[in-house]
């Protein structure tokens, strides 16, 4: 591996074993140790274990008897340590005999091991391609969280590592776990609404929070922050810069929940009809920032307006603006988030907790199916497998991050810009593409 692709305290480490340049073979797990019993099952290792990545751990891996989960990984030592005794609990309670679980501070020590055939990566955004690009040239499957990054460029360099290491990836949009929803996009590619005319998507544009002001301390001795920080500027400490609120509002990490949350509705609008979004595009609209004066620095509203060469219109705008637009004077339950299809026989309109439409029978089967997305996990070991194609793959999470991006760049920019999908870059405009690049901190390169 080379050094500029390792962290800086991993390299230190290394170095001080010594200068022979000798690595040391992986850790073998018991189940693949001379003697053991053979197993079909996947290893899986954790990367990124706060809240949701915890979360994901509890409900979609831990219960599964498909796949073992051997390590974890986080720059806090309380989350890898306790994720870690968390799952070593769980088996020891349901008497499963499972491999050792290993917690770590450097995710290259994961990859490093070859007993290890996936990880599942949930680090706040700036991290999530860059990881995901170091863990397909390591040959891991990939179920990496959304929203997909921050720089177009990483976007490409993933999408090839993928195809020339033989890696399987899986999205993290667990709607697609759902079977109203999975029935939904079915009926839709099927024409049961006819053909698709336009598009409502809508989602929250931020949290019910306010902008911290940062007051610097130390960093805890238990805690990276360095290595969280990555690939991103090294800004000054304190908690609250890195808690999730903080993550997702802050420039220097993410583009807000524009992407945040517009994966989850953008990618069922990806799902439905990506055939007639493949073409160049249009995207104006408006949007507000956060105040000034604290450390949040996204935009939290907005209504964004694009037109594809399809013909295809999409209205995108964030929940504060529903009500003043009357956006879903159509449905009866004004969900949160969703995304309704209008065809020219009818309408669709499908959201995490629900699902409407003006066709009775339509509306009839699909209230009638289960919106539990916990088989989210099994579909990733079946992707790993073979059993199934790739449901979440990567070139749809690519059309529906660019969305995102193009709302911001529109905003920021305060022009009507044109992305080309092919090209990869706003067209006539090379002000703009800057705002889809993002520089790299050494040493965390990729």
Not at 18 to 40: E, F, M, R, V
Not at 48 to 54: E, I, L, N
Not at 116 to 137: E, G, Q
């Amino acid at each position: 591996m080379e050094i500029n692709n390792l962290s800086r305290r991993h390299f230190l480490r290394n170095a001080s074993i010594g200068g022979t340049g000798i690595i040391l073979a992986p850790t073998l797990l018991k189940s693949c140790a001379p003697g053991a019993a053979p197993s079909d099952r996947i290893n899986i290792a954790h990367i990124g274990v706060g809240s949701q990545g915890q979360g994901e751990l509890k409900s979609y891996f831990v219960p599964l008897e498909t796949s073992y989960q051997v390590a974890t990984c986080d720059p806090f030592k309380q989350r890898r340590e306790a994720s870690a005794f968390y799952i070593s609990q769980q088996y020891k309670e349901r008497g499963v005999k499972a491999p050792e679980v290993k917690s770590y501070l450097y995710f290259e020590e994961i990859l490093e091991r070859d007993d290890i055939d996936a990880v599942h990566i949930t680090t706040p955004d700036h991290w999530h391609v860059p990881l995901a690009i170091h863990a397909a040239r390591a040959g891991k499957h990939i179920m990496l969280a959304k929203p997909l990054g921050l720089s177009y460029p990483n976007f490409k360099i993933l999408e090839k590592e993928l195809a020339a290491n033989n890696v399987r990836f899986h999205y993290g949009t667990q709607q697609r776990a759902q079977q109203h929803m999975q029935e939904g996009i079915k009926m839709i590619k099927e024409g049961v609404i006819g053909e698709i005319e336009k598009v409502h998507v809508w989602c929250a544009g931020k949290n019910k929070v306010q902008s911290p002001v940062c007051h610097e301390v130390p960093v805890p001795d238990d805690f990276d922050f360095d290595l969280w920080t990555g690939p991103a500027p090294l800004n000054t400490y304190c908690p609250d810069r890195v808690t999730n609120n903080s993550s997702w509002f802050q420039y220097d990490y993410s583009i807000g929940f524009l992407g945040g949350w517009g994966a989850h509705p953008l990618d069922v609008m990806v799902w439905g009809i990506k055939d007639k979004l493949s073409g160049k595009y249009s995207c104006e609209g408006s949007g507000n920032f956060w105040n000034e004066g604290g450390m949040y620095n996204n935009i939290m509203s907005w209504d964004l307006k694009l037109e594809y060469e399809s013909g295809i219109k999409v209205d995108f705008v964030s929940t504060d603006r529903l009500a003043e637009k009357d956006f879903l004077h159509y449905r009866q339950k004004k969900d949160g988030n969703g995304t309704t299809f209008f065809g020219s026989k009818g309408w669709i309109s499908l959201s995490r907790n629900s699902v409407e439409s003006n066709i009775p029978e339509v509306q009839q089967k699909l209230s009638e199916l289960s919106q539990d997305p916990n088989g989210f996990g099994q579909m990733f070991v079946d992707v790993i497998k073979g059993d199934i194609a790739e449901t979440n793959p990567v070139d749809e999470a690519i059309l529906s991050d660019c969305i995102s991006h193009m709302g911001d760049i529109a905003i920021r920019t305060g022009e009507k810009i044109t992305w080309d999908p092919n090209a990869g870059k706003v067209i006539d405009n090379d002000a703009a593409n800057d705002w889809f690049l993002r520089e790299m901190r050494k040493p965390y390169t990729v």
